[in-house]
């Protein structure tokens, strides 16, 4: 596999599209507005970024294959990667594409630089919820830079009615299983990372998944699917926009018990719990997928008792009681053994949260009023935790903290909720009312 800092000797600045190097660099100044690279020549800018090389022992230098990826045109792409393809394609659910255009077209660069963006721009003006449009750009990124550009079938990115699949060549680095967790990120593609990630649209925390299956449960969309195809050496990752559970009125609660109690016998240790009048179970939603179901469950089951070692005796309780239950405890379980610390609730973070955060999250560089008044207004709503600020406003915590928590306190305009206790751990900031009041 040809590695994306190999430098292309014979291909110079003449095989670059430059409409393609001026959108990238109005976009870096954008981010970086007083970066020093913002005065270099053409040339001197694409060494520092990564799309052009030196070979020190020759005095030779010349395009590296990551510059050729984000700022050539398809023709002579291809001539490095015979099998470079980009595609997206769109259909109402018939066999007919009702949208598509491809690297061949010819009616643009066909780079990588411009496809994201062209994609970036359909997603937002067809996805009117901006998390969503996020998490669907998210996986777009992951895609474009793990990609194995040497392989075969092309990237495609496909979007039926109910779901998104997005397809590249090139087998995942790390286990599948650890994908949706925090994890160090292997790169296929470091330099395409270093290219994309100086414009604040990826980073190099292998956390980009973990924030989009996150974004899928705060929806209550069913969980991303991963696929491995060995024969074909390939990758496909589905986006379902179909909700895996319906929520239950209050009016149906009373009739709840007994559609347990027909489903089978198989939950009559769960009906002795539920009706149990210290345990006053408030069950939300169930699925007819019996997995669902059951995971459902458990999930509510967790909540009956703050203390962890008693929970967990009664989850051990119920699963030797049915074998039924086996598989949701030990995956609960398994869940359990990563640092809880620095995951955030996403029960705790609504849509309205989710779409007053927004701005932030589109836009890596503001203004520190903009982002001190979107920290207020989110803080209007109800206190936040630090990691929940970090995951909003998809900035570190560290930062979040020192350059404007931090301000906010010291001018008052937020209080802590352990004034006394600043490294509680449930430690949170609320909103100052007596400030407006001031």
């Known amino acids: 596999m040809l590695q994306d800092n190999l430098i292309l000797e014979h291909y110079g600045l003449n095989e670059l599209n430059f409409d393609t190097i001026k959108s990238y660099r109005d976009r870096f100044a954008e981010v970086k507005p007083a970066h020093p690279w913002n005065a270099l020549e053409t040339k001197e800018f694409l060494y520092k970024v990564g799309a052009w090389g030196k070979v020190r022992d020759t005095h030779k230098e010349g395009v590296t294959l990551a510059g050729l990826l984000l700022f050539s045109e398809e023709r002579i792409i291809t001539e490095v990667l015979p099998q470079y393809f980009l595609e997206y394609r769109e259909s109402k659910g018939n066999e007919e594409w009702t949208e598509r255009f491809t690297s061949q077209d010819g009616t643009w660069s066909g780079n990588i630089f411009d496809f994201y963006f062209h994609i970036h721009e359909i997603v937002r003006n067809s996805e009117p919820q901006p998390s969503i449009a996020s998490s669907l750009t998210e996986v777009?990124?992951?895609?474009?830079?793990?990609?194995?550009?040497?392989?075969?079938?092309?990237?495609?990115?496909?979007?039926?009615?109910?779901?998104?699949?997005?397809?590249?060549?090139?087998?995942?680095?790390?286990?599948?299983?650890?994908?949706?967790?925090?994890?160090?990120?292997?790169?296929?593609?470091?330099?395409?990372?270093?290219?994309?990630?100086?414009?604040?649209?990826?980073?190099?925390?292998?956390?980009?998944?973990?924030?989009?299956?996150?974004?899928?449960?705060?929806?209550?969309?069913?969980?991303?699917a991963i696929d491995q195809d060995v024969s074909m050496h390939r990758t496909?990752?589905?986006?379902?926009?179909?909700?895996?559970?319906?929520?239950?009125?209050?009016?149906?609660?009373?009739?709840?018990?007994?559609?347990?109690?027909?489903?089978?016998?198989?939950?009559?240790?769960?009906?002795?719990?539920?009706?149990?009048?210290?345990?006053?179970?408030?069950?939300?939603?169930?699925?007819?997928?019996?997995?669902?179901?059951?995971?459902?469950l458990i999930e509510?089951?967790?909540?009956?008792?703050?203390?962890?070692?008693?929970?967990?005796?009664?989850?051990?309780?119920?699963?030797?009681?049915?074998?039924?239950?086996?598989?949701?405890?030990?995956?609960?379980?398994?869940?359990?053994?990563?640092?809880?610390?620095?995951?955030?609730?996403?029960?705790?973070?609504?849509?309205?949260?989710?779409?007053?955060?927004?701005?932030?999250?589109?836009?890596?560089?503001?203004?520190?009023?903009?982002?001190?008044?979107?920290?207020?207004e989110l803080c209007k709503e109800k206190p936040l935790m630090l990691k929940e600020f970090a995951y909003l406003l998809e900035r570190t915590p560290d930062g979040v903290r020192n350059n404007y928590l931090t301000k906010l306190l010291r001018k008052g305009q937020l209080q802590l909720k352990y004034p006394n206790q600043p490294n509680h751990p449930k430690q949170a900031y609320l909103f100052n009312k007596k400030d407006i009041e001031k």
Request: aromatic share 8%.
């Open 236 to 296: 496909v990752v589905t986006l379902s926009l179909s909700t895996q559970e319906r929520q239950v009125s209050s009016s149906e609660k009373d009739t709840y018990n007994t559609s347990i109690t027909d489903s089978g016998n198989n939950f009559k240790d769960v009906e002795k719990y539920q009706n149990t009048p210290e345990n006053d179970v408030e069950i939300n939603s169930y699925n007819k997928n019996r997995y669902s179901y059951n995971k459902e």
């Open 140 to 224: 777009l990124i992951n895609m474009l830079i793990h990609a194995d550009y040497n392989g075969e079938g092309g990237v495609i990115l496909e979007k039926q009615p109910s779901h998104y699949v997005f397809s590249n060549p090139g087998l995942l680095l790390v286990p599948t299983d650890s994908v949706f967790s925090n994890t160090v990120s292997q790169l296929r593609n470091p330099n395409i990372v270093k290219l994309f990630s100086l414009l604040g649209l990826c980073e190099r925390s292998g956390s980009g998944l973990k924030k989009v299956k996150q974004n899928w449960s705060l929806h209550h969309y069913k969980t991303p």
């Open 300 to 376: 509510e089951l967790k909540s009956y008792n703050n203390n962890v070692n008693s929970l967990n005796k009664e989850d051990n309780y119920y699963n030797n009681e049915s074998n039924l239950y086996n598989n949701d405890v030990n995956s609960y379980n398994n869940e359990q053994e990563e640092d809880s610390s620095n995951l955030v609730n996403v029960e705790n973070i609504d849509t309205k949260l989710w779409g007053i955060a927004a701005l932030a999250r589109e836009k890596k560089r503001l203004s520190p009023n903009q982002m001190e008044h979107i920290i207020l």
